[in-house]
């Protein structure tokens, strides 16, 4: 039997930690809800599907890894180790593409997106209606791997959000809807989409919640355009409260954006703000700790200035991993003492109980962060860890570290050469045989750029010139448009950006090459 996984799964970006196993076979590498599913793509391999099960498993693979874009059959590829990692990537059948790209959506309006979902009997955390109204984001915030391999952005309509919310609601009861994507407020209609989301459920009753928004001028007008409907909790992302450190990372908000947003959601009736911070970014110090836990403390005591006294500041705090395909890839995780140290003192620091906190196991961030880095030889240490009675392992309550520290002593792993290890800037990493879309130059460039503490703008569609990231610029370019009056005034602030002339000039140079295999890539 073969299993090809598919959708969102982020371990598709490391598939090698599971080589060793008949299942899965192959991975594909691609945005969830691809263009044309997979089974699509399978009909139109150059077989007849009667004539599949005559074909050797081995004929078979390299069928689906030559015909399907995305397709990678890692049994198909021999990979040679040297002291410091992987050494050489090679097809050993030839025709084989050496570096495997990934295959993405192309439009959000006409793309497939499910309406008619499976209720639980039991009330689950996720228990809603989400609508994806935006894939993507070009923050080039440096610790996140959506961001950088999602590119471009692109967009759903209204008019298309508010069909599938309806549609969705009408399938399933639900009285939640969340308007979902990477940075929702980045999307140039969402005053738009709020507004019809109003009109469509006001009187019945249907929250509206606005996750993932950027902390900045949005926030002091856009809490206000809910308050004819029942809201939701309103969740922010500042991921640390210092200031220097949101440098290093290229969050490009300030502690007046932080405190503004928050007192106008307040003055909107939100009754609970959630924040997503993380502890153990490169370059951290105690220093920024007790900023983080300063702006938390600041935040609490507005509240309470504003009588707002059922008020609740929840805040889930990370242990940060460096993932593939971000400028942090380099960067080894930070010490098991040095994150517990930092997240005692922020405990410490906090001094309010409206202030809720939550701080990751470390148990389950060792593990996350060894199967984010590691390569094929993790395989073995996985089997040798569930034959050792490792089950669950990401919930925090059933991670037996023990096991797996046993396990990678058994298959001759060193797990502090993935995890801890920093890496060289011509070193083979594990992922590298993938091809998301950004390119190593530029994750490198970012790199030197947080040590430096500089920002790096957003290139959507409103930077004078190309980053260069990798992604195609024509690809980049295609976002809605729609008239002034219907921007919020961040939009048409950006929207008053020109592009240079030379930068007109290589996208029009392009222009026949984009006309082909630019729709494959994300």
Not at 433 to 457: A, H, I
Request: net charge positive; with cysteine; glycine share 6%.
């Amino acid at each position: 039997a073969f299993l090809h996984l598919l959708g969102v799964w982020k371990g598709r970006l490391s598939p090698d930690v599971l080589t060793r196993y008949r299942l899965p076979e192959s991975f594909s590498v691609k945005d969830v809800y691809a263009e044309k599913p997979f089974t699509l793509r399978m009909a139109t391999l150059p077989a007849d599907w009667s004539e599949i099960p005559k074909l050797s498993r081995q004929d078979f693979l390299v069928m689906c890894a030559g015909a399907i874009p995305g397709c990678y059959a890692p049994s198909l590829y021999e990979v040679t180790f040297g002291e410091a990692g992987i050494t050489s990537f090679e097809p050993k059948v030839p025709g084989l593409p050496k570096r495997i790209k990934k295959n993405a959506v192309g439009n959000l309006n006409t793309t497939y997106y499910p309406t008619r979902q499976i209720i639980p009997f039991v009330e689950v955390v996720q228990d809603r209606v989400t609508i994806e109204i935006m894939r993507g984001c070009t923050e080039g915030c440096r610790y996140c791997q959506a961001g950088m391999i999602d590119r471009p952005q692109r967009y759903r309509t209204p008019e298309k959000v508010v069909e599938l919310a309806r549609e969705t609601v009408k399938n399933t009861g639900y009285d939640e809807i969340a308007l979902l994507s990477l940075s929702s407020s980045d999307h140039p209609q969402l005053v738009p989409i709020i507004k019809a989301l109003q009109a469509e459920f006001e009187g019945e009753h249907i929250s509206v919640s606005l996750p993932s928004l950027r902390v900045d001028q949005q926030l002091t007008y856009l809490p206000g355009l809910t308050r004819n409907v029942r809201k939701a909790g309103l969740t922010l992302a500042p991921e640390t409260g210092s200031e220097r450190l949101r440098k290093v990372i290229n969050k490009t908000i300030t502690q007046h954006d932080l405190r503004e947003g928050a007192r106008a959601a307040l003055e909107a009736g939100y009754k609970t703000i959630k924040f997503y911070m993380m502890i153990g970014l490169p370059t951290e110090t105690e220093d920024d700790i007790r900023e983080s836990a300063d702006l938390l403390n600041e935040i609490a005591d507005m509240a309470r200035r504003m009588k707002r006294h059922n008020f609740k500041l929840n805040v889930t705090v990370s242990l940060f991993v460096p993932k593939a395909f971000t400028p942090f890839q380099w960067e080894g995780m930070a010490s098991r003492e040095t994150l517990e140290e930092h997240s005692k003192l922020l405990r410490k620091l906090i001094k309010h109980r409206s202030i809720k906190l939550k701080i990751h196991h470390y148990e389950t961030s060792w593990l996350e962060a060894l199967f984010s880095r590691g390569d094929r030889r993790l395989s073995k240490v996985t089997e040798i860890a569930w034959r050792s009675g490792a089950r669950f392992d990401a919930w925090g309550e059933c991670c037996k570290l023990d096991v797996w520290h046993k396990a990678c002593a058994e298959a001759g792993v060193n797990p502090d050469d993935f995890i801890h290890r920093e890496r060289g800037e011509h070193e083979f990493l594990p992922w590298d045989m993938l091809s998301v879309g950004t390119n190593k130059k530029f994750l490198w460039d970012e790199r030197v750029r947080s040590r430096l503490e500089q920002y790096t703008k957003d290139c959507s569609g409103h930077t004078p010139g190309c980053l260069a990231c990798g992604v195609d610029p024509l690809t980049c370019r295609t976002g809605l448009e729609q008239p002034e009056d219907e921007m919020d005034p961040e939009m048409q602030r950006r929207k008053g950006v020109r592009y240079a002339p030379e930068f007109k000039e290589r996208l029009a140079q392009k222009a026949e090459l984009a006309a082909g295999a630019a729709k494959y890539f994300g």
